[in-house]
Every structure is written in structure tokens, then in C-alpha cells.
């Protein structure tokens, strides 16, 4: 067995264990399941390329993000190979989307499409461009948009691993990521205290102080609050009463490896429910927590 097997078979089992420990939660999980794993098995491939990324220290660290800095996407990514890979894992965990990624994957397998095609600009696609894209091809812009946005998880999450030593000592102090400019799908609470703010579209993570919005950089005691759910103590919720906005947050002792963050914010989906149901909106719009989209 290869190492990226290995590693591939270690998020397996964080998703078997999840689900053993919250059965409610494996529809969903089994549905990101294929698209999970075939993320970490891209990442592990791609780890041999590594390029140096340019970072405007000044305008870094008055919080101008390295994707405002200059488009992180380029042309000699294994764009054909990660199309086509992501679509294999979209069909399988979402039976849904399945007859429109089948036309999406013959577009790209005999070169109609050109998934860099998507990346060109360094602006993310609107709604507009997704829907005229789409009507080429033809499928389903929700599909397409789908596709879109875990195509640019992988490739941004290899960019935030490439960048992260340059980076490190520089300080950033936005509740934006300094990588990618996406907010956090998660914060985790590490055993000094120090909470981490976690990226939803790059899984790059950053400090950030414990009683301040994310969002609206908003700090007052009175205005934010932690929700708790009476059985899971190491699990809540930040909320800002001023912009409405949550965070969902764990507690994650030293001694843990770090488990895959989408796997860990899927297994906590039960606390989105709970919280949109309190009128909060998520930092960060994932398709686990934006249920309309599924
Ligand atoms: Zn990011
Ligand atoms: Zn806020």
C-alpha cells in the first residue's frame, strides 16, 4: 500500500468514526465521502510540485489577502486530471448531479471544455457567468457551480500549503483568510487557549482573538455569545448579535491529530441547524450548511 493510500484510508475512518459516534449526520458525510477523499488523494499527488508564491509584505499585513495580491490559479495546475477526478466523486456521492457532471466530464475528456477555463480571472465566478458557462455545455449551473467551488478548494488549499511557511511570521489580524479571502467554516480552540480560525475554502488556519466577530470585527461581551448543546460540551457555537453571524467551535485538546476540517464541520452540522433556527447565518456559505443547495 502507498502512502497516499495510507493517508486516504486514515480520512475513511475519521468519517467511519463520525458517523458511528453521530449516526444522524452519515447521509450527509457518506455524500462528501467521494469528494473527501478524492481531495486528499489530488493533494498528496500534487505535493512533489511545489512553486514559491509572491507575498507583498506590507499589503499583506494591512490585510490585502494573497488572492487580492495576484490570481493564485494557474495554467500548468493537472487541471484536465483534477476535472476529471472531482466529477468521478461528485457522481459518486451525489446522485443528483450525476447526469449533468456525465456531460460535464465528456465536455472535458474530449477537450470541449478547458476546466482553467473557470480560473482565468482572479475574481470569483458570479452567478451570471456560472449560468452562461453551463448553458455551453448544456448542465445545470448548481452542478457546474458545484464542481466550480471544489475545484477551487483543492487547488487553493495546495496554494495555502505551498505559502504557509512564508507566511507564518507575517501577521494577519482579519477574520478573513489571509490566503484565499474566504471566512472560516470553523474555529478551533487549541489546549492554550488560542483559538484558530479555520478557512472554508483553502482549510488554511489562523489565530485570531477568542471574543471578537470574525466577521464584523465587532468586540463587545454583551453583543457575542457561545451556544452549547447540553450533551457536547466541547462543541458551541460564537455568535454576533451585531451582524448576525456564527462560527461553529471545538475544543481540541493537543494530544488529537488534526482531523480533515470539512469532516469535522460536516460532523457538526446538527449545530447549524440549531443556530439558523435562532435566525444566525453562517460565516461562511458551505453546501452542508446552505441546505437549499442540496
Ligand atoms: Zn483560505
Ligand atoms: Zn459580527
Not at 24 to 31: M, N
Not at 32 to 41: A, D, G, M, Q
Not at 139 to 150: E, K, R
Not at 200 to 206: L, M, N, V
Amino acid at each position: 500500500m502507498t502512502k497516499i493510500d495510507d493517508e486516504v484510508r486514515v480520512v475513511d475512518q475519521d468519517i467511519d468514526q463520525i458517523i458511528e459516534q453521530k449516526p444522524h449526520i452519515k447521509t450527509l458525510l457518506d455524500a462528501f465521502r467521494p469528494v473527501i477523499l478524492e481531495k486528499t488523494r489530488l493533494l498528496m499527488e500534487m505535493a512533489g510540485s511545489k512553486r514559491s508564491i509572491t507575498v507583498d509584505e506590507i499589503r499583506y499585513q494591512g490585510g490585502i489577502s494573497l488572492i487580492q495580491q495576484g490570481n493564485l490559479f494557474f495554467p500548468d495546475d493537472p487541471w484536465r486530471e483534477m476535472a476529471l477526478a472531482v466529477s468521478g466523486a461528485i457522481q459518486a456521492g451525489f446522485p443528483l448531479f450525476a447526469g449533468d457532471i456525465a456531460s460535464l466530464t465528456e465536455q472535458i475528456a474530449s477537450g470541449g471544455v478547458d476546466a482553467y477555463d473557470y480560473f482565468r480571472s482572479p475574481e470569483d465566478a458570479d452567478e451570471k457567468k456560472i449560468k452562461e458557462w453551463a448553458e455551453q455545455i448544456p448542465m445545470a449551473p448548481d452542478a457546474l457551480g458545484f464542481f466550480i467551488s471544489i475545484m477551487a478548494g483543492i487547488v487553493l488549499t495546495k496554494r495555502a500549503r505551498e505559502v504557509a511557511e512564508t507566511i507564518a511570521p507575517l501577521s494577519w489580524n482579519k477574520g478573513y483568510c489571509p490566503v484565499c479571502g474566504s471566512f472560516p467554516m470553523l474555529a478551533v480552540t487549541k489546549q492554550n487557549g488560542q483559538k484558530w480560525l479555520q478557512c472554508s475554502q483553502c482549510s488554511h488556519e489562523w489565530t485570531f482573538p477568542r471574543l471578537k466577530c470574525p466577521y464584523c470585527e465587532h468586540e463587545n461581551p454583551k453583543e457575542t455569545n457561545f451556544v452549547y448543546v447540553d450533551s457536547e460540551k466541547d462543541e458551541k457555537a460564537f455568535t454576533c448579535d451585531k451582524c448576525e453571524k456564527y462560527l461553529i467551535t471545538v475544543n481540541r485538546p493537543a494530544e488529537l491529530r488534526n482531523i480533515d476540517p470539512s469532516v469535522t464541520a460536516i460532523g457538526l452540522s446538527h449545530l447549524d441547524l440549531l443556530l439558523q433556527d435562532k435566525g444566525f447565518s453562517p460565516m461562511a456559505m458551505c453546501v452542508w450548511n446552505t441546505w437549499s443547495s442540496l
